[in-house]
Structure formats: C-alpha cells, structure tokens
C-alpha cells in the first residue's frame, strides 16, 4: 500500500495516492477529475480553485491537518488582492499535496459542470462545448531553426496541452504575429473542436492572457419566427435572446407556399435565402447590443429548424421537399463556417451547426426537441407535440421513438383567424363562458385584470382589447363547446338555439360576441364559423398525427402529453383537451416545455456530447409520413368533430361539461347545409 499521501476529490469521489509536492491540479488531472484551466497552472486564470477540508472524514477512511497543503504563495496572494478569492480556497495549481486531504471542486471550477433544467423530466445539461480558450506560451523565432509562427503555437499547445493538430484560417493568421509580438510571445487562443473533427480550429487568439468571455448563439429558425438566444460558452447563461419575424413570409405564409414561390419563380430561392440570412445578420447585432459584447466574441451558431427552413437556410432550392418522396438534400447534421451563410455579424472564423433532420416532413427542430424532451428515456409512454405552424409529433418511450410532422397550418398562432392577432399587449389570451348565461369574461395580454372585475377598464386604458391571440382562441372555442354555444360537430347555434343575443348572424352562418368596442370606435370581437373551421382543420391534423403514430406503437393511449413550443406554454390543457388536440390524458399528465426546440438548440451549443447524442438519436427513431399514410385522411376526418368523432374522451368528459347539442336542424338549417357542402 502507497505511504505517499491521499488525495480525495468531491463530489466526484475520485482518490489517488500522490508524492508530496503534487500540485492539486497535476494530481486532478491523473485521476480525470474535471478542474478546470485556462493559463495551464501559472497561477493567471483562477479557474482551477478548490476548497480544502480539514479533519476527520470517516466516510473517505482519512483525518485531514491544516498543514495537508503546501503554504499559501505569493502566487495565490497576488491573485487575491488583484482579483479577491473567497476565503478558504485556494488555487489548485498552487497548493501542493502535503498530506492526506479532501479536496472539493467547486461547480465554477468544473469544466463540464451541470446545468439545472427546470422541467423535471427534462435530462441536466452538462457544459461540454465546442469552443474553449487556452493560454499558452510560445517560442519566439530563431533564425537558426527558422519555423513559422503559426507552427511554433502549434507545438506550444502540443506540448503544454497536449493537443495534437490545430488549423487556422485567414482572419486568425492576419492577427497572428503582431498579437504574439504584442502578447511577448504569450497568447490565449479560442479553439474549436465539434465531435466529429480530428483537429481543433483556432478562432482567434488574443495576446498575453485574456478574460474575453466566449459567446454562442442558439437560433430556432421557424417559419413564422426567428428566436435566438445568446448564451455564455463557460456556463451556458442566456446573457440576451431575442426573436424577429422571418421575413420570408411575404414569399407564402407558411412551408408549401415557400416551396411554391421558389417552384413559381426562377431565383426565387435565391431571394428568401437572402431574406432570412439578412434577418438573422440584424437580429445577431441586435443581441450583441443589447448584450454589450463585441460580434467578434460569438464563436458558434448552432441552428434548428423544419427541412425547408434548412435548405433556404443553406441557400438549397427545397423544390424536392414540395413532392414526394421528399428528398432532403442531407440529413445529417453540419458543421459550417459562418461564411458559408453569409453570416457576417459574429466572429469572422465562428462556426455553424446544424443538427440533423429526422425525415422530408421531420426537421431538425424536432430533433432538438426530441434532444430536449428525450422521450425515448422515460418510462411512461409520452407524447410531445411541438405546435407551430406545423406540428412537429414525437411519441416515445424507452423501447422506441417515433416522430411525424403534420401541417397545422397558423390558426392555432391567432392566423387565419377573423379577431386572431399575435400575442400582444391588448390580445385577448383567457377567456371563460357562463354555461348558464352565456356570458363570457375574459384577460387580455398586458392585465391581470378579469373583464368583469371592477378596474378593467383602467388596467386596459393604453393597450384596449385588441383581438384574439393563438391560446385565446382555444379557449374561445374550447369554452363554446363547453356552454353549449357549439356543438359537437362545430356549428355555432342560433340565438333562439343557445338563448343569447351573443350569437349574432353572419352571411348563413352565427357569431359568438366576445367583446363589442364599437361604441367608442373599438373593434367588435367575436368567433366565427369561418374560424372554428379553420380551428377545426388545425386541430385534426395535430390530432390525427398523433392518432398515427399511436397506430404504428399499436396503442390507443398515452400516459403523458408535452406540449412544447412558446405557443404550448400558454395553452390551457384542458380546453386543449375539450377541443380535441389531444388525446384523453388525465390533466395532471399534461405539462408544458415551453420553447423546447430552443432548449435542444442551446443543449447542443453548450455540449459537443448532446450533439454526438441527438445524432444517434434520430437515426434510431422510426419516421412517420403523414402526407402519404392512408391513415391519416380517415384519422383527421374523425377528429373533426370536437372533441372527437369516435375516441370516447372518457377522462376528459368526467371532468368537464360537454353538452349534447345539435344545431345542424331547426333554426340554423342554412349553417347546417353550407357546412355539409363546404365538407
Ligand atoms: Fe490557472 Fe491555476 S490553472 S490559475
């Protein structure tokens, strides 16, 4: 047995024997403890810092002394009255092994340190990322042995990192020499190393040691938003996110349309590749502002988005993504330089990734949900739904992951709807209908405040009642059904059916008043038949892709719904449930993720592992094609109705009134027979 002194680490546990005089650091790294480093232990950065213990630790089998650690140095007093160091810590390049000693690694001192994710399903996420920076220490020239700058950096971080092979591309040998002449031959380069290189990309490098904090942005780049967030690569904190409209609506609102534009017009293509690069150029500036850093500190991009987002994005013609069998181009995922998109306002040498597509239809945003979400790792069988203009479907459990898209269409975003607005202050976003009266009350955007409660008016004074944002909607109608106003097959009833002046004729049809500005010159809000139709359409293709998926797992049921995307944050589960959207959960089992496909992009900023890992990932789930499966079309027919045609909703109906009216006969006959025809 070793009689040289026990070094126990925490919380990882780790242990070693090590001669007296190791520093900590050297003796971490022996045994793979994860302390981190950026000067190489020249006592510059202070990001190896340890607490010592001192006394008896029964546990480990060792009593630690005071005189464990060699004395506190210069070093580490130089360090504290430049910088401050908590009491207690010490720097673990400095202090050597004396004795037998625990010594714990603070969380900030971990390379690969946890970060807490706030849904407790969702995996943590460990900071891995692809961009680090690392001090080294360079030989200046010799005329003797002449070598170019370039390649004695390149044995300095051989020999004091052991890393092997790096290149460098033009914006980095333009600063080369004077930052090393600057730096006296010592410099701090930024890295870059993805999971599938065999060598590391030197990004920039900056003279002597330097503090310049690294930034990342992770962009989820959908068809009606852009959302990106800009994220700390040493501790992935969103420092600033920020979200624009893609400006590639004015070429078709939503994918097909695109496709169409691009099949329609020669260069059309062409011109939305510009639009959408353009937007992401200014929203980067945007965020850099409002961050205060320099362009020059974002290093990496990671992307996700649907397929044809993807190939705009890359500047590909999607016309093979408009038809069957839907070619994507690639599915794997990328690794760009910034160049390559004409992204101009990050580092010059930054890099791009850009996960992988699961499918024609299925894109890398689903994988970045699926990434987030990791519904092959739970136990209950769960289905995730991430509503946007499409609806991206994974349903998984620990024996298999399936996913499907299927095209929603943008009613459940407040478009294509008569009131719908984006959600805005002054967007009408809850609403509740008095099944005995018929009276509705409802909260806008920007209010706490209840229509009916005393103080509305005042709280509303400088947004005014506006429209009907996307979850507003779904109550709208969700609550009509419940009051009787609508019936199963979504017709509005006439008043003399629902007993209320609220139902107000429009052309054939009936509208439910929800609120009547008109009098002080506001707008009149109501739902029409137009929009539970357009509610109708939207809801059943979400429906019935989830109905198909549910085929293909052989099940009828769920045990836990997700509903993902900024939109799936605010939508209420149960008036979800009323409309149909999805299947018969108890409500309990029905959480939100928020913006889960911006989580997987930043997962994947943050850690080259979670990238690795959602590649294996989508080559392991089983892909869906709801536009050619038979199936569909029978499944989206039966879910039409609200809540459904044929699915019992026995759950959903112990807990919330579904009144068994008809309004196809009788007074609104005319209503019944345009429907008929419109189907
Ligand atoms: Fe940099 Fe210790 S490793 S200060």
């Given at each position: 047995m070793s009689t040289d002194p026990l070094v126990v680490f925490t919380p990882s546990g780790k242990r070693g024997h090590f001669p007296a005089g190791t520093p900590i650091l050297t003796a971490a790294r022996q045994l793979g403890v994860d302390l981190d480093s950026v000067c190489g232990g020249r006592g510059i950065c202070s990001k190896c810092q340890i607490q010592p213990s001192f006394g008896e630790f029964p546990k480990h089998g060792l009593t630690s002394s005071e005189g464990a650690l060699?004395?506190?140095?210069?070093?580490?007093?130089?360090?504290?009255?430049?910088?401050?160091?908590?009491?207690?810590?010490?720097?673990?390049?400095?202090?050597?092994?004396?004795?037998?000693?625990?010594?714990?690694?603070?969380?900030?001192?971990?390379?690969?340190?946890?970060?807490?994710?706030?849904?407790?399903?969702?995996?943590?996420?460990?900071?891995?990322?692809?961009?680090?920076?690392?001090?080294?220490?360079?030989?200046e020239p010799d005329m003797h042995t002449p070598t170019g700058d370039l390649?004695?950096?390149?044995?300095?971080?051989?020999?004091?990192?052991?890393?092997?092979?790096?290149?460098?591309?033009?914006?980095?040998?333009?600063?080369?020499?004077?930052?090393?002449?600057?730096?006296?031959?010592?410099?701090?380069?930024?890295?870059?190393?993805?999971?599938?290189?065999?060598?590391?990309?030197?990004?920039?490098?900056?003279?002597?040691?330097?503090?310049?904090?690294?930034?990342?942005?992770?962009?989820?780049?959908?068809?009606?938003t852009i959302a990106a967030h800009l994220t700390d690569l040493r501790n992935g904190t969103v420092v600033a996110s920020s979200g624009i409209m893609n400006p590639q609506i004015r070429f078709g609102e939503d994918l097909m349309s695109?496709?169409?534009?691009?099949?329609?017009?020669?260069?059309?293509?062409?011109?939305m590749t510009t639009a959408v690069r353009t937007a992401l150029n200014a929203l980067t500036d945007t965020l850099s502002a409002e961050a205060e850093i320099q362009p020059s500190q974002i290093?990496?991009?990671?992307?996700?988005?649907?397929p044809v987002m993807h190939h705009l994005l890359l500047g590909i013609d999607p016309v093979e993504l408009g038809q069957a069998p839907f070619a994507l181009a690639t599915s794997k995922s990328l690794s760009l330089h910034v160049a390559d998109l004409d992204l101009t306002c990050m580092n010059?040498?930054?890099?791009?990734?850009?996960?992988?597509?699961?499918?024609?239809?299925?894109?890398?945003?689903?994988?970045?949900?699926?990434?987030s979400e990791a519904p092959g790792e739970q136990e209950e069988l769960t289905l995730v739904v991430d509503v946007g203009t499409n609806a991206e479907i994974l349903l998984g459990n620990t024996t298999q992951t399936l996913a499907c898209s299927s095209p929603t269409g943008p009613a459940f975003e407040g478009a294509q709807i008569s009131s719908?607005?984006?959600?805005?202050?002054?967007?009408?976003?809850?609403?509740?209908?008095?099944?005995?009266?018929?009276?509705?009350?409802?909260?806008?955007?920007?209010?706490?405040?209840?229509?009916?409660?005393?103080?509305?008016?005042?709280?509303?004074?400088?947004?005014?009642?506006?429209?009907?944002?996307?979850?507003?909607?779904?109550?709208a109608v969700a609550e009509m059904r419940m009051a009787g106003l609508l019936d199963a097959k979504g017709l509005i009833g006439s008043p003399e059916q629902t007993g209320t002046p609220r139902s107000i004729p429009e052309g054939r049809t009936h509208s439910y008043v929800i609120y009547d500005g008109t009098a002080?010159?506001?707008?009149?809000?109501?739902?029409?038949?137009?929009?539970?139709?357009?509610?109708?359409?939207?809801?059943?293709?979400l429906y019935a892709g989830a109905r198909l998926l549910m085929d293909e797992?052989?099940?009828?049921?769920?045990?836990?719904?997700?509903?993902?995307?900024?939109?799936?944050?605010?939508?209420?589960?149960?008036?979800?449930?009323?409309?149909?959207?999805?299947?018969?959960?108890?409500?309990?089992?029905?959480?939100?993720?928020?913006?889960?496909?911006?989580?997987?992009?930043?997962?994947?900023?943050?850690?080259?592992?979670?990238?690795?890992?959602i590649e294996k990932t989508v080559r392991e789930i089983t892909k869906v094609e709801t536009a050619i499966e038979p199936k569909f079309q029978e499944h989206f027919v039966n879910a039409n109705a609200i809540p459904h045609a044929t699915d019992p909703f026995t759950i959903l109906r112990s807990i919330a009134p579904l009144p068994d009216v008809s309004f196809n006969t009788g007074g609104s006959g005319d209503g019944g027979r345009r429907r008929r025809r419109s189907r």
């Open positions: 060699s004395e506190w140095n210069s070093v580490e007093q130089r360090y504290k009255d430049k910088r401050g160091l908590i009491d207690g810590r010490r720097l673990g390049c400095q202090a050597t092994v004396q004795g037998d000693i625990v010594i714990d690694v603070p969380p900030e001192s971990q390379v690969h340190r946890q970060v807490v994710r706030k849904a407790a399903s969702a995996r943590e996420m460990i900071m891995d990322p692809a961009v680090r920076p690392y001090y080294v220490e360079v030989d390649e004695r950096l390149a044995t300095a971080l051989k020999d004091q990192w052991d890393i092997e092979s790096v290149t460098a591309g033009m914006s980095v040998l333009r600063k080369l020499q004077p930052t090393l002449r600057k730096g006296k031959w010592t410099c701090t380069v930024v890295l870059h190393k993805g999971h599938q290189d065999s060598e590391h990309r030197i990004l920039d490098i900056y003279p002597g040691y330097d503090e310049t904090r690294l930034y990342g942005l992770a962009i989820d780049l959908g068809s009606t695109r496709v169409s534009y691009s099949m329609m017009n020669p260069g059309g293509d062409v011109e290093m990496e991009a990671v992307f996700v988005c649907n010059p040498a930054a890099r791009v990734f850009i996960l992988p597509c699961i499918a024609g239809h299925v894109g890398a945003d689903a994988a970045a949900v699926a990434l719908g607005q984006r959600a805005a202050p002054g967007a009408i976003e809850r609403i509740e209908i008095d099944p005995a009266t018929k009276e509705p009350r409802f909260q806008v955007i920007g209010s706490d405040t209840w229509s009916d409660e005393d103080g509305f008016d005042a709280a509303i004074a400088t947004t005014g009642v506006t429209g009907i944002c996307g979850s507003g909607i779904i109550e002080d010159g506001g707008p009149l809000i109501t739902v029409t038949q137009t929009d539970i139709r357009a509610i109708q359409l939207a809801k059943s293709a797992m052989g099940t009828d049921t769920v045990e836990r719904v997700v509903l993902a995307g900024a939109f799936g944050a605010h939508i209420s589960p149960k008036h979800a449930m009323v409309l149909g959207m999805i299947p018969d959960v108890p409500l309990d089992k029905v959480t939100s993720a928020g913006n889960a496909a911006g989580t997987g992009a930043r997962m994947a900023l943050c850690s080259v592992e979670a990238r690795a890992s």
